[in-house]
């Protein structure tokens, strides 16, 4: 009779071992597994990251600026020219309840340039407004450079440059005697203003006071855009009576708009546009899951001899499959844990630039990443490979004779229990 020989079971820090000393004998073709792995994890943490970080960015400015801020334009009449805002139109708005602010522009026919010698056709698509004194609240936005029209400069010809008119002139600080030719004579500058993320036509205006544009550009006084700040849980009922209260005799020639509206569409939309660059980030995780499960189809192929060895030793093919299996997962978490670090770096470093926060939302990358299904999707081959290679099981001491394995003897030193229970 022949007795039973008793089977042990692999220890955790035995097969931990095991798996690193066939990843370390084949450094090479491992690290190009894993590089692939990282970059696909990389550019889906990148992209996770960015795009909340972007978002946060944007949601925060919108909180700094408010969402209760209500533009008036003068619209069309119905013969489709210009209509004309009243001239009481700002007063009138005031009186609303929930209204907390009224400021107001009006459009000039003036032009402006750098100098007299500029080409008339040369306008660099800037307008000429004339700005009520406390413009600067209402729009949340303040000075880059000099000072904003008070009383007194407000009757002269003293103007305030927006960002990009100041650009476009070639104006980049304000010094003593500054000028431009606006109108058809000088202007002194007084200062420039800052970015203004609600009104971008802002930024490309020249702004002068109402009673100098009155005075010295024939301007009539009547508002063309007049921006209402009202109490935040009052927006839409305001709203709604904006256009009948800035011109009651026609209140269709009257628009009414939001400006933060349109930056929760930007937010939006650049949410819309995450699932492609998701998708292009899970077709490199996929490559590398494909690169993961061929290298160790291979690994399997070229490991025969040490197969029959083990074999021949007493181990099970629960214990090879086991081995192998294991050798894909840690490749696939070294790859996955270098990737998470380049991702979260490119975010921190991009981010910190663009002056947005930080994000890399970890429940994200847990949900969108499928880690535990690469790991599955890499290993899944490996069943049917290393089952194909048992044809090592028929005759392995025949076939492992005069034939050194693949991973020298301590693989088979991971497994003390097997070597008790070998045949001696």
């Known amino acids: 009779m022949t007795a039973s020989i008793p089977v042990g079971n692999l220890r955790a820090s035995d097969l931990a071992r095991l798996a690193v000393v066939g990843l370390r004998t084949r450094k090479l073709r491992a690290s190009l597994s894993a590089l692939g792995i990282a970059i696909g994890v990389a550019a889906i943490v990148a992209v996770l990251g960015l795009s909340s970080s972007s978002e946060a960015g944007l949601l925060a400015e919108i909180n700094r600026l408010g969402t209760n801020l209500l533009t008036v334009t003068n619209g069309q009449s119905v013969f489709g020219q210009a209509a004309e805002l009243p001239l009481v139109g700002p007063q009138m708005i005031g009186r609303i309840g929930p209204v907390t602010a009224v400021q107001y522009v009006g459009s000039t026919s ?43 400069t407000a009757t002269e010809p003293v103007c305030v440059l927006g960002a990009a008119a100041a650009q476009r002139l070639g104006i980049d600080r304000v010094y003593t005697g500054e000028r431009v030719w606006l109108g058809g004579q000088w202007f002194y500058v007084s200062g420039i203003l800052r970015s203004s993320v609600l009104t971008p036509e802002i930024d490309s205006s020249v702004l002068v006071g109402f009673p100098a544009a009155m005075t010295y550009l024939g301007f009539d006084g009547h508002p063309s855009e007049i921006y209402v700040r009202a109490a935040t849980s009052q927006v839409a009922a305001v709203d709604s009576a904006l256009a009948a209260t800035a011109n009651p005799e026609s209140p269709d020639e009257v628009d009414v708009s ?29 490559i590398g899951a494909v690169g993961v499960a061929n290298i160790m189809v291979i690994s399997v192929l070229e490991r025969r ?31 996955g844990a270098v990737g998470v670090a380049l991702g979260a770096a490119s975010t921190a470093i991009y981010a910190s630039a663009r002056g947005w926060a930080v994000v890399v939302p970890p429940a994200r990358l847990g949900r969108r990443t499928g880690r535990r299904p690469r790991h599955r999707g890499a290993c899944r081959p490996l069943a049917g490979a290393s089952r194909g290679a048992h044809v090592a099981d028929r005759g392995p001491l025949e076939r492992v004779t005069g034939q050194p394995p693949a991973v020298p003897l301590p693989s088979c030193r991971a497994g003390p229990s097997l070597a008790r229970s070998a045949p001696r």
Request: no cysteine; aromatic share 4%.
């Open 258 to 286: 939001q400006p933060s509206a349109a930056l929760v569409a930007q937010a939006d939309a650049q949410s819309a546009l995450n699932g492609l660059f998701l998708g292009l980030g899970a077709v490199a995780l996929l």
């Open 110 to 152: 003036a032009e402006v340039f750098r100098s007299p010698l500029i080409p008339s056709i040369n306008t660099n698509a800037l307008t000429v407004d004339a700005a009520s004194l406390g413009l600067l609240a209402d729009l949340g936005t303040t000075m880059a450079h000099g000072r904003y029209l008070n009383a007194a």
């Open 305 to 335: 001899s040490e197969i029959g060895l083990r074999r021949a030793l007493g181990a099970t093919r629960s214990h090879v499959r086991t081995q192998f299996v294991a050798e894909a997962i840690l490749l696939s978490l070294a790859g």
